[in-house]
């Protein structure tokens, strides 16, 4: 009895219809990021391991996937690492390369190694799935694509704010309004482990902080408990918790919790730069708000902090996310190389989309227009026209076989095919063609000379 297929949990299969609603949000996307000025590259799936091992903390390191060596790579291993059953230890001798986990850290490698060649400040842009060893749910998967802006080479706050303007685009040209930009920043959560007395565990703080809306305020109290965080530290930062009011007034809250904070303060007019400018600029379409317990548990974040929520009525994690990072390169030896970086979450996207039904109605049909088969000369004549049509960007296809009407018709509808075309004996005599309008049920006859009429007329439709 063959053996039932399937795939790996985490991951998926897409349809035709499915590929061309990613496609849209996609060419979307990339629209956007060629507009702000960036520049497309592509780095390869796998990275050797002492490339990504180490730059995203504990639990990032935990979700990476190994890729085995090749060969009798067991062999190679001596007895007492192996007895030891350490996967640690186990893990280097069995294993040098790894699946990128995201597209930030293969990209600051991508600079370093390239350096001679770049011309600074440096905007690329990068479409590519990354693959997460992480638990599946909704929303979140095993393999995904990332699309991603990062700029190097420029410290000046201006980046923050274009940032925010290409979110608010992107968003509005998707029909995906009333999303929320979320900011804080990694120097205000240095300055906030500092005052409550716990620096040398801002990591262990900042994890357990960026599960705020997962896990909720009691289950951040218990991780960090768990982590070590004192119950007095813990209870200096519930104000944190409960910040109200405008962006400004919240600012003017953090300013006073952070008196005796410079790295804190710090943090404090950096944000106060970018709201106020991006008040002045204007939004198209999304909101800007302060969240002071966002953390975005990436130990490479040194700045600014985004992260995207879809529109409140959706039930769903982050649509994108990003920060600045001060010297994500110097981890490859280039030093004193800032940069700024913002991700899309594809898939996320995809799903608060098909939610709220906000995808173009013409998105996934496979053909505008289907030629019906009655014999060798009825298809030749059709081939012409459709030449003609597929030079004016209609999608176009002839049914294959000379079949009864019937089964034409009935593939023509499971297509969902708006049009058919018919070109018969009486057809061939007169020389012209019938299109029958799938959806209102009416057609109408074309002289074969009226090309430019039909496309007219087909046109206005389909647009």
Not at 151 to 157: E, F, I, K, Y
Not at 403 to 423: G, L
């Amino acid at each position: 009895m063959a053996q039932k297929p399937s795939i790996p949990k985490g991951t998926r299969d897409f349809s035709p219809a499915e590929i061309e609603k990613r496609n849209f949000i996609v060419q979307t996307i990339q629209k956007h990021f060629k507009n702000f000025g960036f520049q497309p590259i592509e780095t390869p799936a796998f990275e050797n391991s002492e490339t990504l091992m180490g730059k995203y903390g504990d639990e990032g390191d935990r979700l990476i996937f190994k890729i085995l060596n090749s060969g009798d790579f067991i062999s190679k291993v001596d007895d007492d690492t192996y007895n030891s059953k350490n996967s640690k230890s186990l893990t280097r001798k069995i294993t040098d390369k790894a699946l990128r986990y995201d597209l930030t850290v293969p990209f600051a490698r991508y600079v370093v190694m390239h350096q001679n060649e770049i011309d600074f400040p440096f905007k690329r842009y990068q479409i590519q799935p990354v693959w997460r060893a992480d638990r599946p749910q909704k929303g979140r998967f095993r393999e995904f694509y990332q699309c991603d802006a990062d700029v190097v080479g420029a410290n000046s706050l201006l980046q923050e704010i274009e940032f925010i303007q290409l979110y608010d685009a992107v968003f509005t040209d998707l029909n995906l309004k009333k999303a929320t930009i979320k900011l804080n920043n990694r120097k205000i959560l240095s300055g906030i482990a500092e005052v409550i007395g716990e620096k040398h565990r801002l990591v262990d703080f900042t994890v357990a902080l960026d599960k705020l809306d997962k896990i909720g305020k009691e289950g951040v109290v218990n991780e960090m408990l768990k982590k070590g965080i004192s119950p007095v530290a813990i209870e200096k930062a519930q104000p944190l918790f409960s910040l109200t009011g405008t962006n400004s007034e919240q600012l003017e809250q953090l300013k006073n919790f952070l008196k005796d904070s410079k790295e804190g303060l710090r943090g404090v007019e950096d944000l106060a730069f970018i709201l106020d400018a991006a008040a002045e600029l204007g939004l198209i379409s999304a909101q800007l708000t302060l969240d002071v317990t966002l953390a975005r548990g990436l130990n490479y974040y040194t700045g600014t902090i985004f992260e995207v929520a879809p529109p409140a009525e959706i039930s769903m994690g982050s649509i994108g996310g990003g920060g600045r990072y001060d010297d994500l390169t110097g981890i490859f030896g280039l030093k004193d190389m800032s940069g700024i970086g913002i991700s899309f979450g594809l898939d996320r996207i995809y799903l608060v989309m098909e939610e709220l039904g906000l995808f173009p109605d013409n998105i996934g049909r496979p053909l505008d227009v289907l030629f019906l088969n009655f014999g060798e000369q009825e298809a030749m004549a059709s081939l012409k026209l459709i030449g003609k049509l597929r030079k004016e960007d209609v999608k176009v296809d002839i049914y294959p076989d000379s079949s009864k009407m019937q089964k034409q018709m009935k593939y023509a509808n499971k297509r969902n095919v708006p049009f058919i075309v018919i070109i018969g004996d009486r057809e061939l005599a007169d020389n012209s063609f019938v299109v029958k309008n799938m959806s209102q049920g009416d057609q109408k006859t074309y002289d074969s000379k009226d090309f430019d009429g039909f496309l007219q007329d087909l046109k206005l439709f389909l647009n």
